[in-house]
């Protein structure tokens, strides 16, 4: 089982809808869990971390399943700036202290007009 | 302020060649880390730094590759012997945090091709 696992896509919606991404991980000690945005041929960025609570940024919201070993992203009303590929980033306990921020393989986004 | 950055952009050389990519961290950050990213595939970990040492190096392929960071800024990433499969966009990041990393600030990357 690959450490962190997502569907690549790519998902095409059109402008408006709602669209939700998943994300699995295999290592039950992780202890953080991240979504990054990256443009094509830019470099990844921080879209939001995500809580054991849940938490939402305005049209984004991210919820976290531990007993699941889940992570989802959640993104309403969407946009065209919103395509993109999404990254769950997990931290992923190494052992002995170690930790090790292991990106998914992303979850290309194309918003259509 | 300024954000990390990495050079050359763009890198071109011959199979067996010696490669160096040079990242500038966000002034103040302890953490650095080094990433590649390969066409359609998430960034993968090579080695992260916690000052001038190597806190975890497991993430680089095979002694071909060397990273150094002597005075807990700049880091050097060195490819000895390259190979085709060497061709990647390498990804430099740094981080405020100690420990359990927060955001990590990337750079936009060095971008190599083998021939």
């Known amino acids: 089982r690959k450490e962190v696992e997502q569907d690549p896509g790519p998902f095409n919606v059109p402008e408006g809808a709602t669209v939700a991404f998943n994300c699995t991980y295999s290592n039950s000690a992780s202890q953080s869990f991240f979504w990054y945005r990256q443009d094509c041929r830019k470099e990844p960025k921080l879209l939001m971390s995500v809580y054991s609570s849940g938490n939402e940024d305005g049209r984004f919201t991210a919820q976290l399943n531990r007993a699941s070993q889940y992570i989802s992203l959640l993104i309403r009303d969407s946009k065209l700036s919103d395509s993109a590929t999404y990254l769950c980033?997990?931290?992923?306990?190494?052992?002995?202290?170690?930790?090790?921020?292991?990106f998914g393989k992303g979850t290309k986004l194309s918003v259509i007009p | 302020g300024a954000g990390v950055s990495q050079t050359p952009s763009n890198k071109v050389t011959e199979k067996g060649k010696y490669v160096e990519l040079r990242c500038d961290p966000i002034?103040?950050?302890?953490?650095l880390y080094w990433y590649r990213q390969s066409l359609g595939q998430g960034p993968e970990f090579l080695i992260y730094?916690?000052?001038?040492?190597?806190?975890?190096d497991s993430g680089l392929p095979n002694d071909r590759f060397f990273a150094v960071r002597p005075e807990g800024s700049v880091s050097t990433l060195k490819i000895q012997r390259t190979e085709r499969g060497d061709s990647a966009v390498y990804l430099c990041a740094s981080s405020l945090a100690r420990g359990l990393p927060g955001e990590l600030f990337f750079g936009e990357g060095s971008r190599l091709t083998v021939l």
């Open positions: 980033v997990v931290n992923m306990n190494k052992g002995a202290g170690s930790y090790q921020l292991t």
């Open positions: 730094f916690q000052g001038t040492g190597a806190a975890d």
């Open positions: 002034s103040g950050h302890t953490a």
